[in-house]
């Protein structure tokens, strides 16, 4: 499907979601910032493709002033507003990867369920084929334009053999799909008096580690509640990965709880930069996300915390700190494998 056949039928689905009286008001108010994004130009829905292109280049060259120094590259992590309209949120998601672009970001992480509300009564309506619904399509048209790696977040998946899963796709800068992430170990949890949710009443849990290759390092991708799994970072520290990519949804019992508490956990195991991309918070949402989309370096200091509400925020991963970090205190060089191992089952 071309970006324009997509635009069309994205600006229809959601004009059939809001009722043609809604749609407007609410693209505009969207376009003008009124849910906290700084909005650059219009909805990229009605720009023609070759315009896109245009105004990535000039944003792409405007964000070189900003770019990190030194050995790395710069995250963007977009914590946007998950409505319960599809398009209305694949049109937050585009406008909020413009602004992760316009500062510098080389890639883009989006939030669990960034296209649908988090809630198994949701994943069934929400779900698209992967790489060819237009979620994933739309990932693939904004990543090869803006020259960016695009982590999606996640997204209900139909898979081939008709079952539901929480899916995270990631697309190159030409956006070529590299790489698939089926949430490995869903969400069921029973805290009597806070909260019970069993993902597993519609959803299967995924088979596979996801490692993303890229020019900088490599990122072991995970999703939510897969982050309370240590022996998962563990493999992908020790399958090379620099950066650990968690889009999750926590709320607001766990969220206080443990949301930071886990990252700085795995970063400071591992002796890698962890990253979490919360949808932001609604209170008035059937299930209320956390926020607090965050960054923890190897030493398990916060490089970047965004707050409750929309935010599109930044931090420079720097390998050489991460070499530094694992210089000063070689844990992994001292390990006792002949008391302990991890066995990875299956690749
Ligand atoms: N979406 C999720 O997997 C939520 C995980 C969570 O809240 C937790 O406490 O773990």
Known sequence: MQFSQLKFVSV???????????????????????????????????????????????????????????????????????????NFNL???????????????NIVALPECFNSPYGIQHFKDFAEHIPNGVSS???????ADYKVYIIAGSIPER?????????SVTFSPTGELL??????????????????FQ????????????????EWCKIGVGICYDIRFPEMAQIYRQKGCDLLVYPGAFNMTTGPAHWQLLQQARAVDNQVYVAT??????????????????????????????????????????????????SQIPVSTQKRTDLYQLATLKD
């Open 12 to 86: 229809l689905l959601t004009r059939k979601a809001l009722g043609t009286k809604q749609f407007p008001s609410l693209i505009s108010r969207q376009l003008h910032g009124f849910y906290g994004g700084k909005v650059v130009g219009s909805n990229n829905f009605q720009l023609k493709q070759s315009k896109i292109g245009r105004l990535s280049r000039s944003i792409m060259d405007s964000a070189s002033d900003s770019a990190p120094k030194g050995n790395g590259f710069r995250l963007g992590l977009v914590q946007m507003n998950v409505t319960e309209f599809k």
């Open 91 to 105: 049109t937050t998601a585009n406008t909020l990867i413009k602004e992760a672009v316009q500062g510098g970001a």
């Open 137 to 143: 399509k739309l990932m693939s048209a904004l990543a």
């Open 159 to 167: 898979g081939d053999d008709g079952r539901l899963y929480n899916t």
């Open 179 to 196: 790489g698939k992430h089926r949430k490995v170990h869903l969400f069921d949890i029973d805290v009597p008096g806070k909260i019970k």
């Open 199 to 214: 993902e597993s009443e519609v959803l299967e849990g995924g088979d596979n580690l996801t490692i993303i290759e890229t």
């Open 277 to 326: 991309i919360s949808p932001a918070r609604n209170e008035k949402a059937g299930y209320v996300a956390w926020g607090h989309s965050m960054v923890v370096n190897p030493w398990g200091t916060i490089v970047v915390e965004a707050p409750e509400e929309q935010k599109v925020v930044f931090a420079d991963i720097d390998l050489d700190y991460i070499k530094q970090v694992r």
